[in-house]
Structure formats: C-alpha cells, structure tokens
C-alpha cells in the first residue's frame, strides 16, 4: 500500500497531496460526495483502530505498522467529536498515500491536524490530502457558483460531508476566488490562524497569526458577552486590516463561538464591493 498501487506516477514526487486525494478517490470509484475515510480503509487493506492515549486529545493519530506487517491508523479514542475522528483518518490516509512520507509510528498532533497552519511541511501536506479527499475542490467549486460563502454555507456543506465546521469554512473560503472573505480561528484575545480568499488579500492585508485582537472585533465583543453569536454586525476596517482602500471603511463580521475551547470563528466580507478594488495587483 506504501509505495501506492492506486497508480504508476504516484512515484513522482513533484506531484501535491491532492494528486494523490483524487486519485484514491478515482482508484476506487468513490466519485465526488460525502465518503465515510473509515470504509477507505477497509478497502485499502488498511488496519483502523482506536487506542487510549491520553485524554488531553494532543496526540490524535498515527499511521502504523501492525504485527501482522499491516499498515494500520491509530485514532486516539478520546476524540469524541466525529468530524474530527474523520478528518484524523484522511490525514494518517495522507501520510500512507503520499510516497515521500515515510515515517511510522510518529503521532501526529492535534494542533497540527486542521488547522492548515502548522509549521511541519509533512503535515501541511496529510491536511491538504484530507481537505482534498474529504471535500473535494470540484464539488465546493460547484457549491460556490450556486451561493457565495457564508456561515449558513459552511453549516450545510459540513453536516453533508460529515466535517468540522471549522475545516469546512477554511475549505470553502480558500476555493472563493470571486468573493473577498476570510475566515479567522481567535482565542485568549490573539489570531490564531487566519485563511483569506484570493480576492481579499488583493484588496486588503488582514492581521495574522499572533497579531493581538482588537476590542472592536466582534470576536473579542462576543467572548466578553457584549455580543451575540451568529449575528452579522459591521466593525470599523481597522479592527481586522493593516491596509484597506481608502473609501472603505467597514467590515461585515459573524461569529461561531466555541465556548468549551474558549475560542471564535469569524466570517469577514464586504457589504459592497467597488470593481475598482478588485483590479488592485
Ligand atoms: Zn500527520
């Protein structure tokens, strides 16, 4: 399964981890919908099982070599929340599916798995394979030409194909290429990540990973009760951007709340948008 039967270019190194995501999904006849990662490996050969390793959820999975000589993904089985449990799965499928990564038996983190942001190259790639393989591109392509990106958008596509509303709403944004959006994880009153659409970052240039939060974002409002979740509210451009044009002065925000993680999901866009800012390089 290593060194994948699902094709004879899988050798080529050059090629991306969604290569690979498609052409598992092409070797097996899955097509472009909502697939369950636990039946692929089923019919990869690949051993699943869940372990106890340790109730903090840190250490979420691994890709294994079994007694039997098997390749098996170890799921830590304090994951309770199942888009989670599915995406770990894509993401050890990942590290089996893509030649050049060979290591066994190294647990994969959960603050590496999801956020798209992690600074381990071999695990940016398990998360793009998954993101790929789990909500394929054509399928939210197809989505976005339909409806453009809102909460109400990422709420419907993750319950359809069983993913987090969180890795839904990156995947979605960052396949946007004609709406200016972003979405941004924040908690303890800093970005931890941010992922813009393609026309957003030539419009504007949007705080970052680390950048403190602004006590007139709607994120810092909602944590500290001020704010309602889920209500679109219009916050001063300053509160999310560096450089913004000049005849732009509000950002539309909505908010998801995670109370148990102390943490919120901001939807940026734009209420209006001027031709002009789009011609911006
Ligand atoms: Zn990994």
Known sequence: MRR????????????????????????????????????VCDALAIRYFEDDLGASGNEAGALVCTESGRLGIVVNRSILYAPRRRFTIAHELGHACIPTHSDLEKWCV??????????RIIEREANEFAAEFLMPERT????????????????????EFGTSLTSTACRVVSLADHDPCAVVLSSGGHVNWLVASRPFRRIVDPLGKGDTLSSETAAARVMAGE????????VPVEAWLRRWPSNMNTI???????????STLSFLDFSTIDDDWLDVD
């Open 252 to 262: 539309n925000e909505q908010v998801i709340q995670f109370p148990r993680f102390g």
């Open 110 to 119: 959960a603050g590496d798995i999801e956020a798209f942001r992690s600074d």
């Open 140 to 159: 939210v392509r197809e989505r976005l030409k339909r409806e453009p990106p809102s909460i109400d958008v990422f709420t419907r596509v993750a319950d």
């Open 4 to 39: 994948n039967r699902t094709t004879s270019r899988v050798g080529d190194k050059n090629l991306s981890p969604t290569f690979y995501a498609r052409e598992v999904r092409s070797h097996l006849n899955l097509g472009w919908g909502p697939i369950n990662p636990r039946h």
């Open 227 to 234: 704010m309602f979740s889920n209500v679109i509210y219009v």
